[in-house]
């Protein structure tokens, strides 16, 4: 199989750069590079400042060849990543933190401790210690990917960190900086910091190495930042600023909400053209903002309207600057009057050859509604169904008919969208023969269109800052949580254990 061209190493840049941002390495996909950092960058070049996305996770991607016989998928954006491929280069990364000959701590039944990242500050500084030796492959990695890139230190490093398997990658970042740049000031953001936040301002440990936490969508407050290290872009003494600097926890300013996001041609290159996809976002909070096992209250409490126009103008101006025409929504709810808006103004406009893909619940507006959302580009939808498991339906506050359930999909995949079903297995009271028969369920529906139905299949976890966590249902019991953890352990029935490999494996079919 033909691989993957070897990427050379950056040459260094001569431009003035103001801040780098990181894309820390695993992420969940090799089809599309990230929003949040590219949306910081867009509303920081508005206020004049030049900021540099560093995207290792693809970086480290295009070090492997691609899977000798990758799942075939008509799926658009991370629904369409090869699966074998980043899995293989996720453990290649938790092989290298040398965490696996540790003890976990407060481990949940059947979870990956690495990857979920539930060790005790100890172990996680041990490793980190090893990883900072000049010896180590995490340094010479960084060194030749990131620190050799730059004649100079930048005033700002910021790391966007989106989940607990990124966690050692992020603090081993801001320890070689503290190395290799010690006057340049640390900065931690992202869903998974926000999430954190709290543990973060309390516990020093978690501060090691950082200076600035941004919690939440944070633009105006990343500018702000920007402007205290570099007024009027004079010479400042940027070393007594970040050793004076206590961590700070910078409120959201009430951000401003940009639907253009900022990307360059070198962030994008090692990207596969006939599978890039450009993420957007076009509202904040979700409008359902019920199921009980879900932080999105948390980390977006606030609700934002669409702006359909602005939107459709939003992904005209991307086609034109990079020739990209495949687009990945990423709001937590895109409903379907969301959907049939943006439709009707794509449908308006020149926009031949626009694929796109978004996230909803059920609801039966999309039966009628699927042939003119396939006509103006919709090839992927994914559908939180969550559970066809009555008690399951009412622990997690999201209820659906199966026949509701199965009707919705089935009018889709016969336009043409692929759907991607996301189902939880492992509620309190759940027994494996339930889980069989949602499994079940599931392949006999995907069997009616196997190249238009596919499926996100996960256990339940009990999470930070989720219903679930606040108010456990009955006779369900928190053991703990590791510092850097998602999850909780938690007396999940034993079946589910075995069950991880049988939901992966599916998958993968």
């Not at 702000?224 to 961590?247: G, K, N, W, Y």
């Not at 900022?262 to 006939?274: G, M, S, T």
């Not at 009990?462 to 999850?487: K, M, N």
């Amino acid at each position: 199989m033909e691989e993957f061209p070897k990427l050379a190493p950056a040459p260094p840049s001569d431009q003035v750069i103001d801040a780098i941002i990181i894309v820390p390495p695993p992420s969940p996909s090799e089809t599309n590079p990230p929003l949040g950092p590219a949306i910081l960058a867009r509303v920081a070049s508005k206020a004049g400042y030049h900021v540099k996305t560093i995207d290792l996770n693809i970086r480290h991607i295009r070090e492997f060849s691609p899977s000798e016989n990758p799942r075939q998928t008509t799926a658009v954006g991370d629904h369409g990543k090869d699966r074998r491929l980043v899995a293989q280069t996720s453990r290649a990364i938790f092989d290298m933190t040398g965490l696996a000959s540790r003890s976990p701590l407060f481990l949940p039944h059947g979870a990956d401790a690495v990857a979920g990242m539930h060790f005790s500050f100890g172990d996680l500084d041990a490793a980190l210690a090893a990883a900072a030796l000049d010896s180590s492959w995490w340094s010479g990695w960084l060194d030749a990917e990131l620190f050799s890139r730059f004649p100079a230190q930048p005033p700002v490093l910021g790391v966007s960190l989106m989940g607990p398997s990124q966690v050692f990658a992020a603090l081993a970042i801001f320890g070689r900086s503290k190395q290799i740049w010690p006057s340049t000031v640390t900065v931690l953001g992202g869903s998974h910091a926000t999430l954190m936040g709290g543990c973060i301002r309390q516990d020093a440990r978690y501060r090691r190495n950082l200076d600035v936490v941004l919690p939440g969508h944070s633009e105006n407050d990343f500018v702000s930042l920007l402007d205290e290290l570099i007024p009027s872009r004079t010479t400042v003494c940027r070393a007594s600023v970040a050793m004076s600097r206590q961590t700070d926890f910078v409120s959201q300013q009430g951000s401003t909400f940009e639907y253009l996001p900022l990307f360059d041609d070198e962030q994008l290159r090692p990207y596969d053209p006939a599978d890039l996809t450009l993420p957007l976002q076009f509202t904040r909070g979700c409008a359902y903002a019920r199921c009980t096992f879900c932080t999105y209250p948390v980390v977006e409490p606030q609700l934002t309207p669409l702006d359909p126009d602005k939107a459709a103008k939003t992904i005209l101006h991307l086609r034109r600057a990079h020739g990209v025409t495949r687009y990945s929504i990423k709001d937590s709810l895109f409903t379907a009057p969301m959907m049939e808006a943006l439709a009707e103004r794509l449908a308006a406009g020149p926009a031949d050859g626009i694929s796109w893909s978004a996230t909803t619940k059920v609801s039966r507006r999309l039966i009628t509604a699927a042939p003119r959302l396939a006509e103006a580009g919709l090839r992927t939808l994914e559908l939180g169904v969550e559970s066809i498991i009555r008690e399951t339906q009412s622990l997690f506050d999201k209820r659906a008919d199966v026949t509701t359930i199965e009707d919705v999909i089935l009018a889709l995949a016969d336009q043409g969208i692929t759907v991607i079903v996301n189902l939880i297995f492992g509620a309190p009271h759940e027994t494996s023969s339930d889980a069989e028969r949602q499994l079940d369920w599931f392949l006999r529906l995907r069997a009616h269109s196997p190249r238009h139905i596919d499926g996100s299949l996960n256990l339940l976890e009990i999470v930070r800052g989720s219903p679930l966590e606040a108010r456990p249902p009955q006779g369900v019991e928190l053991s703990g949580i590791a510092p850097w953890a998602y999850c909780y352990s938690w007396n999940a029935p034993r079946w589910v254990a075995e069950w991880r490999a049988i939901l992966r494996g599916t998958e993968l079919r």
